[in-house]
């Protein structure tokens, strides 16, 4: 991990807006950085780094603590932490200089822009294996730049360019899918070298993302795909982002080992009566530090040491899309044999340790009762993954400013960086 502070010198740092140049011009420039092998391969480590590095970075922090407030798995956050507090009260309350939603916006729009560049110059590498697997790296992050934008906001510019259109979410979730789709020739060779910075089974990861992505295009022959592509995923192998003493895991440094910003909402993880789980899921205690008091809550997960790494996806995750396809094409004995997997699974059993360890599903059988129990167990074997916020609306969970509501925003507004350099920014959504 510490290559990541010399390599990240490719990079640009705090830019804010789609129509900015996105390389500090104090740094090597844009035709050092991206016209020799060593340059791309840099380039390529710092597309992880700025995803999963620091305070401002995407998914180290950003968007698990957003997609947290938003859909109450988090508690009150302390009172000095203005935009935590803002993404806690929700609705009129999260602003457009709202720093934690700025940096989603900010730093995935220059991922997807640092991320399309490596990809446009990528056959100045010769080595095939080099080549293959800096192309399948920048593919992935540029789809998870896009991928993620669209589960916070309504529209999202895929252009890099000045003044760029704002796009629809099917046009997003189309080109997300695409750049994931157009890696598949390159994986037999994309095995990593040294150099590139590891963790990520390439294949594993492809497949994974657009079984993500193929279920939230959500259209009949997407959901067929994204089953298609849950079950190529070895659940065996981990893909992750990892931390060390240097680059740290930010929730843990900033949150979870620390008493003056948030900690998880508690056992029932934020869940509503009749969905939180069962004082024996095991699941519970792998999020929830087992030595928390009601008043003192502690969490643990992949959050509990600075050095803890953080999965790119579950295999709970590929499971249950499993489930919810079958389920949404009413197939529901074998989408009740998939939930099953998840709650009698035990932890010796995953990957990462997750396991509910209970009896297999009792419920009605029934659509919407199926649905409903592969919403309840996505929010618990998913905790924090920052997938919530997207899996409220799709699965028609109470919606902000309705009775009962699962989510205090449906979608957030566009930031102010944003809008006062691109008069194309949307009006911002009402909640």
């Keep these: 991990m510490k290559k990541f502070i010399i390599l990240s010198a490719f990079m640009s740092l705090f ?18 950085v991206f016209s020799s092998r060593n340059g791309l391969v840099g380039a390529a480590n710092g597309l992880q780094s700025r995803f999963s590095v620091g305070r401002q970075s995407p998914y180290g922090y950003a968007i698990i603590t957003a997609n947290g407030f938003t859909t109450n798995e988090l508690g009150a956050p302390q009172g000095g932490n203005a935009d935590e507090v803002g993404l806690f009260a929700g609705s009129g309350e999260v602003l457009p200089v709202n720093g934690v939603v700025s940096n989603i916006w900010a730093q995935s729009l220059i991922l997807n822009s640092e991320a399309q560049k490596v990809i446009n110059n990528i056959d100045r590498i010769s080595l095939p294996v080099e080549k293959a697997s800096v192309f399948v790296h920048a593919s992935i992050f540029k789809a998870l ?53 590891g963790n990520l089974n390439y294949t594993n990861t ?13 259209s009949p022959s997407d959901l067929d795909r994204a089953f298609e592509h849950a079950t190529l995923v070895n659940l065996t192998v981990r893909s992750s982002f990892p931390f060390d003493a240097v680059n740290q895991n930010s929730i843990a440094a900033t949150a979870f080992l620390v008493a003056n910003n948030y900690q998880p909402i508690g056992r029932t993880l934020g869940l509503p009566a009749a969905l939180q789980p069962v004082a024996a899921d095991g699941r519970i205690n792998f999020y929830i530090n087992p030595l928390s008091t009601p008043i003192a809550v502690r969490g643990a997960g992949f959050w509990s040491s600075l050095s803890s790494s953080v999965p790119v996806y579950l295999p709970g995750e590929m499971i249950l899309i499993r489930a919810e396809v079958l389920a949404r094409k009413n197939q529901l004995p074998q989408a009740i044999t998939e939930i099953n997997r998840i709650l009698q699974k035990t932890a010796a059993a995953d990957a990462w340790g997750i396991g509910a360890n209970l009896p ?72």
């Design 15 to 32: 830019l804010t807006s789609c129509d900015e140049e996105f390389l500090d011009p104090t740094r090597a420039s844009e035709e050092d």
């Design 145 to 197: 730049a896009l991928g993620n934008l669209i589960q916070f906001f309504e529209r999202v510019p895929i252009s890099t360019e000045k003044n760029a259109i704002f796009n629809s979410r099917t046009e997003v979730l189309a080109v997300v899918i695409k750049t994931l789709e157009d890696t598949k020739a390159s994986l037999p060779s994309a095995t990593g070298f040294a150099g590139l910075v």
């Design 206 to 218: 492809v497949n994974a993302l657009l079984a993500r992505f193929y279920l939230m295009s959500g």
């Design 360 to 431: 297999a599903y009792s419920g009605a059988a029934n659509q919407a009762s199926v649905l409903t129990e592969i919403y309840r167990n996505r929010c618990i074997e998913l905790f924090m993954s920052g997938l919530k916020l997207e899996d409220t609306r799709r699965f028609g969970r109470p919606a902000a400013g309705t009775p009962g509501a699962e989510r205090n925003r449906n979608f957030y507004p566009y930031p102010d960086s944003e809008r006062f350099n691109n008069p194309n920014t949307p009006a911002d959504p009402p909640n």
